[in-house]
């Protein structure tokens, strides 16, 4: 009884910076994403997709998380944008609390767009709130179709999900009208984009409702006090 | 301070189970294999190849562990195999004390081998001893070359990794020779299989090493008491 008590506090420790996070982010009018998939589902080339999309229209921010290694925070720095590696030391999740410390690292008067790419890892992440406006679950077609169903938590509660790496189909096994319909059985209101990264293909309707979010957001943003 | 010592206790519960279950499988000669990996790299598939080569030789039995659903446990079934499913509800892996429970449902005085399929995640699995013998580490090779360093801790501790859908290395950029080389670097004496399931390649080597393991443990059971 006592472990479920501890386990509420830590919970609601989270959520609070969350909440904190998220306040920022509305006063600073900064879109925030936070992208979670399987190891390997694409993430990385997705960010780097996005900013070569976004780069020349907004200003970029990038967290990277990682249980080890600053491979990715690298891939993204020879981009020319600004990234803080978090490494987890063997969490499976970036929290709140992370978030909060690495934002000490930006200027975020100056600042459109913040993307978060979490730990690689289908379950944990999708359970901790960092303050986001849209978590997006990449999914990649060689993960095979009965996926959503498997994991339906990230599914629940993403707003966009990248079908990703639709280039390899032909050689696979995965039947894609099978993931659109059991992801929007878990979520009706899920965008969904089907992408292939590495051939830069139908990027266009993702870029396109990056921008509206992003506007959205700008235009919401409070007057410093 | 107090929330770490709930977590020792915790962990050292799991860890009494593990060693239980461990003296079980001694005392029966059963070998035990634990599978892990990423959403999607082919754990069921390489149980489904695995069952093919191994079942008109010796006595097998599978505990599927998911999230939610049973599409894998129906896989298996579907081979004559006899299988139990845990659903975790939305726990990240596998624990000791699941396994305890589903060994009641088994006959342990006629298993040569039990396989048990972990949930997808390349993290957390690694962490909880299930007394197993070995733990097995799929690896797809759509996943990307990076992978041993950034997720370390399952490929320090595993005794085999698979290197799985190696027909799809065509069509992808993933240099084979690093993932082995990295993977070796974190653990010298992992055993290295590649393979493709799908398509029934690479497999000899892969049973001739679960011959010896298994008849191995079978020559060391205890006579019961």
Redesign the interface.
């Known amino acids: 009884m006592?472990?479920i008590e501890?386990k509420k506090d830590?919970l609601s420790a989270h959520e609070m910076i969350a909440k904190e996070n998220s306040e920022l982010f509305k006063r600073k009018g900064t879109f925030v994403l936070n992208l979670m998939s399987?190891?390997?589902?694409g993430k990385t080339s997705l960010l780097e997709r996005t900013i070569e999309l976004l780069k020349n229209t907004f200003s970029l921010g990038v967290i990277e998380g990682?249980?080890?290694?600053s491979?990715d925070a690298e891939r993204i720095n020879a981009l020319g944008v600004k990234v803080v590696q978090i490494n987890t030391g063997?969490a499976?999740h970036l929290d709140s609390a992370m978030i909060k410390n690495a934002l000490a690292e930006f200027n975020t008067d100056r600042l459109d767009t913040l993307i978060i790419e979490n730990?690689?890892?289908?379950?944990?992440p999708a359970?901790f709130n960092l303050g986001e406006d849209a978590k997006v679950v990449i999914f990649?077609v060689?993960?095979?179709d009965?996926?959503p169903?498997?994991?339906?938590?990230m599914f629940r509660l993403s707003k966009a999900l990248i079908i990703n790496?639709v280039?390899?189909l032909p050689?696979?096994?995965c039947n894609i009208k099978r993931v659109i319909k059991d992801a929007n059985s878990l979520n009706p209101d899920l965008r969904i984009f089907e992408i292939s990264c590495?051939k830069r293909k139908g990027l266009n309707s993702w870029k396109k409702w990056l921008e509206e979010e992003i506007n959205k957001k700008r235009n919401t943003s409070l007057p410093d006090e």
Chains 1, 2 share one sequence.
Do not use: H
């Open positions: 006592k472990q501890i830590i399987s190891p390997g589902a990682d249980i080890a290694t491979y063997g499976c730990v690689g890892n289908l379950v944990c359970e990649s060689t993960e095979g009965d996926k169903f498997k994991y339906p938590l790496k280039d390899l050689y696979i096994d590495t």
